[in-house]
């Protein structure tokens, strides 16, 4: 632990991380989830539809593209703007510029693919059909959900989007406009100091680490300013722990505790009066009022309507109060309609909602949907892989990543993916961007 109060890297030179990393991207060159060129197009008429075209949709457009000779494959999605989220954190820590993150979806989109720029209203999966909200019926003979998920903010009583930015809320979810105003909000608060309140929803959220994320960026800043001692932190978790992931929790709670940051296990922020800057959590002993001066929502998150309010959705046990699609976790294929296969944040499954799993289950649902193509049983299995640069400060990060049965699963061997150093961050910063978007090309 330093003087500063976060922690200093371990040394691993730099020279010696580039040639690791080279090393690293050798190694993926035999991969199991890259497409192997010289492998043979299956021969096909299939009409393929993809709902979405976010990270999942377009890595699944790319590589069916690539695998499928004479589909028809169509992607849907009214969005023509692509967001790298990721880089959301980057910004709203003060660190990225929010045109970084922004891309015409048409650069991503590969030759071939029909979009249609319109969102669908309705999965009709027993008639094989999506309807747009234009009226447009459009159908199909496999199907494809990536609709990604949606920000509930306004589950939170007197929360809106448009309050992030004012009245001393921020919310690094909502897009790259929202983070920027995260980072003004976060600045106000680190110059005139009081109680800064962080926290997380119960439920499937998208990238779990960014709610701790964003408490520890305002710690570092504050420290940064020498203005730590005037401020007072606060993690509202919604359950008793402030991670999912066993090891991973252990460290977190440590780190907050050097840091002097103080957890408040099962407190689910349920209303919000930015007037009179007060948060109201629902805890086992009742309601519980704060006075706040920096307060990072965290919405509640769900599927989007129309997959919720669809045959799609799981019908009975732990994802159907939101309505998640129902996917086998391992084969990513429906449950109950054998030519429907879900990626990325839509699935109802117990873990893998970042870019990073979207990565992991590309080849796994793109393989399987050829299989059932040609007539055979699907072989390929998605583990669970999840995993996000956990940022502890500007210019360190640890790399967790982890599986289905929470156990950590390191792609890196000279990383301690516990402990907090320059190398993940780097990652962060330089390496994953240009790597999210192979994925979305499919090129890995
Ligand atoms: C703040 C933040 C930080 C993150 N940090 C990380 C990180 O460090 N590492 C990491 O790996 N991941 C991270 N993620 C998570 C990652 O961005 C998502 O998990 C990933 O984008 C999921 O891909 P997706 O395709 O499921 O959803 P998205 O990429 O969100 O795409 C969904 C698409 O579906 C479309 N859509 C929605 N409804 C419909 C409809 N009815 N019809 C048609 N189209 C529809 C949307 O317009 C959108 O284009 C972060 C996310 C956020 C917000």
Redesign the pocket.
């Known amino acids: 632990m330093a003087d500063n109060g976060y922690e200093t890297g371990r040394g691993l030179s730099r020279r010696r991380f580039l040639k690791l990393a080279g090393v690293a991207a050798m190694g993926a060159a035999g991969a199991p989830w890259l497409i192997d060129p010289a492998r043979a197009q299956v021969r096909t008429s299939a009409r393929v539809v993809i709902?979405?075209?976010?990270?999942?949709?377009?890595?699944m457009a790319s590589r069916l593209s690539r695998l499928l000779d004479g589909a028809r494959i169509t992607i849907?999605?009214?969005?023509e703007i692509?967001?790298?989220?990721?880089?959301?954190?980057l910004i709203?820590g003060g660190v990225w510029a929010p045109d970084r993150v922004t891309t015409p979806?048409s650069a991503f989109m590969p030759g071939g693919v029909e979009w249609i720029k319109?969102?669908?209203?309705e999965f009709d999966p027993d008639g094989n059909r999506?309807v747009?909200?234009q009226g447009q019926t459009v159908r199909y003979d496999y199907l494809v959900v990536?609709?990604?998920?949606?920000l509930d903010y306004g589950d939170i009583e007197g929360m809106e989007r448009s309050l992030i930015g004012q009245h001393g809320i921020g919310s690094?979810?909502?897009g790259p406009q929202h983070?920027a105003a995260t980072w003004a909000t976060m600045q106000a608060f680190v110059e005139g100091g009081g109680l800064g309140i962080f926290g997380r929803p119960p439920g499937g959220i998208?990238?779990a680490?960014?709610p701790l994320?964003m408490t520890l960026l305002t710690d570092y800043h504050l420290r940064e300013a020498g203005r730590r001692g005037r401020a007072e932190l606060i993690y509202a978790a919604h359950n008793d722990a402030l991670f999912g992931v066993a090891p991973v929790n252990e460290r977190v709670t440590e780190m907050f505790g050097s840091r002097g940051i103080e957890p408040q296990y099962s407190h689910v922020l349920k209303a919000v009066d930015p007037g009179r800057r007060t948060a109201t959590f629902d805890t086992p002993d009742g309601d519980a009022t704060l006075d706040y001066d920096f307060l990072h929502v965290v919405p509640p998150m769900s599927p989007?309507?129309?997959?919720t309010n669809s045959a799609l959705a799981w019908q009975e046990g732990p994802f159907s109060d939101k309505g998640w699609l129902e996917v086998d976790q391992y084969t990513m294929r429906h449950r109950r309609y054998p030519n429907v296969f879900g990626?990325?944040?839509?699935?109802g499954i117990p873990k893998g909602?970042?870019?990073?799993?979207?990565?992991a289950q590309a080849p796994v649902v793109a393989g399987n949907l050829v299989r059932v193509i040609e007539d055979r049983e699907p072989t390929h299995r998605y583990n669970g892989y999840?995993?996000?640069?956990l940022?502890t400060a500007v210019g360190q990060a640890m790399l967790v990543e982890f599986d289905y049965e929470g156990n950590l699963i390191p792609s890196f061997p000279f990383l301690d993916p516990l402990e907090p150093s320059w190398v993940p961050w780097m990652m962060?910063e330089l390496m994953?961007r240009p790597a999210?978007d192979a994925v979305l090309r499919g090129r890995i």
Do not use: M
């Open positions: 709902a979405g075209a976010g990270a999942g949709g377009l890595a849907v999605d009214s969005r692509h967001w790298y989220q990721p880089g959301f954190t709203a979806n319109a969102d669908i209203a999506v747009t909200d990536a609709t990604g998920l949606e690094v979810y909502a983070a998208k990238c680490g960014a994320k989007p309507d129309p997959v990626i990325g944040d839509v699935n909602k970042t870019a990073a799993s979207v990565k999840t995993s996000c640069p940022v962060e994953l999210y």
